[in-house]
């Protein structure tokens, strides 16, 4: 799915929004709210980890709470793969790849970066690099767990320079990832390193890869089963029936979702800080809810699909 201002059918946005859109919609120079939580998390990761190490937390809780505290790193690292989070580029990239480190200190910025980029550019099409965390029941959750290495790949085998050129990076990062867990092994830490990252990292990749990759772009088949949304047109023409909106429950699922339960608003907007979300549907909603709509009520995993102009306010 490309963004609304690449489609060839555009949302059309009336004028008297257009400032206030244009507001919601790009970053500031400091996006307060992704800065906190970047600092949360870093601060919250180091403290966990020291205690640890002094013998005050258990590993196993140490680990437990390293998840808590990891999965936010999504929100800041996705939205500084588009430059959401500041509108100074450097910071911007900083903070993404701060981020990162808590979690996936092994994968560039810009590996993600080239390869979320084409998910956008051909959302559900056989180009989607994201293809990789649907499949078959017995291996999905180990492709969640795995989809950032999956993303490495991509750009190798993408046979794109610039997704190449990503790779350099990343294998740099990736060498010195390794020769740290050699170090710090070596030094007696191979348990630590094991409990309070490597297990909560894959654990909380897991949990990113079904949130914000898999759930936004689920349908059902005529038989009622789950299956990907295919609707590859829509990169170009139907953009709003891509991915989905999840109504209900909105101040418990910002949390959980990290906003992106308006997942509809970042393919259309890809700019917008992810808090943002929820004020630019309620901006727009009138003119979305004209087009077609792939709505998933609650906590409902299959969408119910909603041809244009049949929904109203509040359903």
Not at 27 to 53: Q, R, Y
Not at 97 to 119: E, G, K, N, W
Not at 197 to 210: D, Q
Not at 246 to 261: A, K, T
Request: charged letters at 15%; hydrophobic letters at 45%.
């Amino acid at each position: 799915m490309s963004s609304n201002a690449s489609s060839k059918n555009p949302i059309l946005v009336p004028a008297e929004k257009k400032a206030e859109l244009y507001l919601l919609t790009n970053p500031p120079v400091f996006a307060w709210p992704t800065l906190g939580i970047l600092v949360f998390i870093v601060a919250g990761i180091l403290t966990v980890d020291s205690l640890a190490l002094r013998g005050h937390l258990p590993l196993w809780v140490a680990g437990l709470c390293n998840v808590l505290l990891m999965y936010p790193v999504f929100h800041v690292a996705h939205d500084a793969t588009h430059g959401a989070a500041s509108s100074n580029i450097t910071l911007n990239d900083w903070m993404g790849r701060i981020a990162l480190l808590m979690i996936a200190p092994q994968v560039s910025l810009s590996t993600f970066r080239y390869s979320h980029m084409v998910h956008h550019r051909f959302t559900n099409g056989p180009k989607d690099p994201d293809h990789y965390v649907h499949g078959p029941w017995w291996s999905i959750v180990l492709r969640w767990m795995t989809f950032d290495l999956s993303y490495a790949f991509y750009s190798l085998r993408s046979g794109d320079p610039r997704g190449i050129k990503t790779l350099k990076d990343t294998i740099l990062l990736a060498v010195s990832t390794l020769v740290a867990i050699g170090l710090l092994t070596y030094l007696g830490y191979g348990l630590a390193v094991v409990m309070l990252w490597l297990i909560p990292a894959r654990i909380t990749t897991a949990l990113i890869g079904f949130v914000f990759l898999w759930l936004p772009h689920l349908n059902g088949d005529e038989h009622g089963r789950l299956q990907q949304v295919n609707t590859d047109e829509s990169a170009t023409y139907n953009l709003t029936a891509g991915t989905t909106v999840r109504m209900g429950h909105e101040p418990l699922m910002d949390v959980l979702m990290q906003w992106h339960n308006y997942h509809l608003i970042h393919h259309l907007w890809p700019t917008t800080p992810s808090y943002n979300h929820r004020k630019v549907w309620r901006l727009m909603e009138g003119e979305l809810r004209s087009r077609d709509l792939q709505i998933q009520h609650g906590f409902a995993l299959i969408p119910k699909f909603h041809p244009g102009g049949t929904t109203s306010a509040g359903f």
